[in-house]
Structure formats: C-alpha cells, structure tokens
T-cell receptor, first 110, second 116 residues
Framework: DAKTTQPPSMDCAEGRAANLPCNHS???????VYWYRQIHSQGPQYIIH???NNETNEMASLIITEDRKSSTLILPHATLRDTAVYYC???????????FGAGTRLFVKA | NAGVMQNPRHLVRRRGQEARLRCSPM?????VYWYRQLPEEGLKFMVY????????ESGMPKERFSAEFPKEGPSILRIQQVVRGDSAAYFC??????????????FGPGTRLTVT
C-alpha cells in the first residue's frame, strides 16, 4: 500500500473551512484514498473515501488531484467538536489492512 | 442500527493473568479487525478475521495473543499471561466487505486494558 504524508498539526478558526492536505505520490491505479479521524480517546471514525473523482458526504468533501498524487479533506464549517487527529490512508482494491500513520492533529479554536 | 460494541470498556489485570476482550460487529458485517493503541501513539493493526477464519494476523505478537471470530457470538481477542507492556487501548472495527470500494471500517469505543 502507498505511503501517505500529512502535516503533523494544523489550526482552524471555528466556523471556517478546514483544509487538510495529504500527499500520496506513490499511489497506484487501484488504490483508494480513505480518511478517518480520532477524537481524543475514542474509536476512530470513518469520514469519506474516493478513487479519482471528488466526493462529498454529510461530513466532508474529498478533493483528489487529477494525477491522484495528493488529496485534500475539507470540513466546510469546522466546529470545536472537529478537533481530532485526522488520518489519510491509501488502500488497494481488495485490500483490507488499514495502516494508520501519525495523522494531522487539527485544533479548532473559538 | 447499533454500532460496533466492545466489552468490557475498562479491564484491569495483574501480571500473569488472562485478558479476554469481546467485540460484536455491526449487524450484517462479517469482517472484524483488531488494533492496539499504546498511550500517545498511533493505531497498530493486529489481526483481520472473517467468520471462523483468520485472514491476516501479521500484526499479532507471536506468543500469548490469539483471536477468534466464531460462527455464533462475538469476536474474542485473548491475551494470556499479561505483562505491563500489554497496557493499551484495544479497538475493534468491522466492515461489510461486500464491494471492492467498500472497505470502510466502523470502530468500537475500545477496551482500555491496564496491567498492574
């Protein structure tokens, strides 16, 4: 599975959009990009995933570049409860092993 | 639809005792995963099971640790002769695994094991 690179931490003002980048330059054609988050001490929470098209759900939007070497998770209106560690993970189709890296610690400030 | 359930939420064991952690997947999910998270560290994959089968246990320590997911009942992670280094949060996740693009995993609240 391709490795991912994320900034260790980011700040965001409450009510503003939080844009979390992820680099996955070695991604291959059948690998999906998944995003999870872990709010302090809780179990990780699935957010969204995509292959090459942009995706949106009730939680977030996922923007994947045309060459698929990077992606951005967008929380359109961050709240204090969005403070968490966000993990970007690449998994190949038919794969299952989810390797969590260090992720990005997002701090949403009032 | 109830989420993934884990029990107990907190477990205290003395060194040398056995720890049994239980995980009930979401309804309709037949794939179960176990992860371990040491304090201030990331999640580490341990094992992946389908009903009655261990698919990948590459993250499991070779000794003292075992996992099962029987035809009926919850998945069990068993740690024999616990040591202080086993103190961690153990998370279980489940997935439907029906389609190639549906490998999202849904996590339980975790079991916090403390070995004294």
């Amino acid at each position: 599975d391709a490795k991912t690179t994320q900034p260790p931490s980011m700040d965001c003002a409450e009510g503003r959009a939080a844009n979390l980048p992820c680099n996955h330059s070695t991604i291959s054609g059948n690998e999906y990009v998944y995003w999870y988050r872990q709010i302090h001490s809780q179990g990780p929470q699935y957010i969204i995933h995509g292959l090459k098209n942009n995706e949106t759900n009730e939680m977030a939007s996922l923007i994947i570049t045309e060459d698929r070497k990077s992606s951005t998770l967008i929380l359109p209106h961050a709240t204090l409860r969005d403070t968490a560690v966000y993990y970007c993970i690449v998994i190949n189709a038919g794969g299952f092993k989810t390797i969590f890296g260090a992720g990005t610690r997002l701090f949403v400030k009032a | 639809n109830a989420g993934v359930m884990q029990n107990p939420r907190h477990l205290v064991r003395r060194r040398g005792q056995e720890a049994r952690l239980r995980c009930s997947p979401m309804k309709g999910h037949s794939h179960v995963y176990w992860y371990r998270q040491l304090p201030e560290e990331g999640l580490k994959f341990m094992v992946y099971l389908q009903k009655e089968n261990i698919i990948d246990e590459s993250g499991m320590p070779k000794e003292r640790f075992s996992a099962e997911f029987p035809k009926e009942g919850p998945s069990i992670l068993r740690i024999q002769q616990v040591v202080r280094g086993d103190s961690a949060a153990y998370f279980c996740a489940s997935s439907p695994g029906r389609a190639l693009s549906s490998y999202e995993q849904y996590f339980g609240p975790g079991t916090r094991l403390t070995v004294t």
